[in-house]
Nanobody, 122 residues
Framework: QLQLVESGGGLVQPGGSLRLSCVAS????????IGWFRQAPGKEREGVSC????????YYVDSVKGRFTMSRDNAKNTVYLQMNSLKPEDTAVYYC???????????????WGQGTQVTVSS
């Protein structure tokens, strides 16, 4: 059974940092494109970053470039999202997902975690 479990969310002040983790079980992460998405109340789910299964190359939505970094630890079957210089507009539930296509929109992704809440507020 394929499963993704996110953790690492929480409450942080503007300018702070958080590192999200996404642990996979039932499959090997590096065989799939992996994406991080977020959804704020009343808004559509938005792609934040994604990583290629073949060479680990990463892509980011413009609003997080230079602040967020996605990485992968194959030995732990885990992907991370390091989030620095957080802003109130980064507040959302963050999800990781696995799928066949390296894109920043959610439709092609087949398997999703349950999400972790990130709140950026003073």
């Amino acid at each position: 059974q394929l499963q993704l479990v996110e953790s690492g969310g929480g409450l942080v002040q503007p300018g702070g940092s958080l590192r999200l983790s996404c642990v996979a079980s039932g499959f090997t992460l590096d065989y799939y494109a992996i994406g991080w998405f977020r959804q704020a109340p009343g808004k559509e789910r938005e792609g934040v970053s994604c990583m290629s299964s073949s060479d680990g190359s990463t892509y980011y939505v413009d609003s997080v470039k230079g602040r967020f970094t996605m990485s992968r630890d194959n030995a732990k079957n885990t992907v991370y999202l390091q989030m620095n210089s957080l802003k109130p507009e980064d507040t959302a539930v963050y999800y990781c997902a696995a799928g066949p296509a390296l894109v920043l929109y959610p439709e092609p992704y087949d398997d999703w975690g349950q999400g972790t809440q990130v709140t950026v507020s003073s």
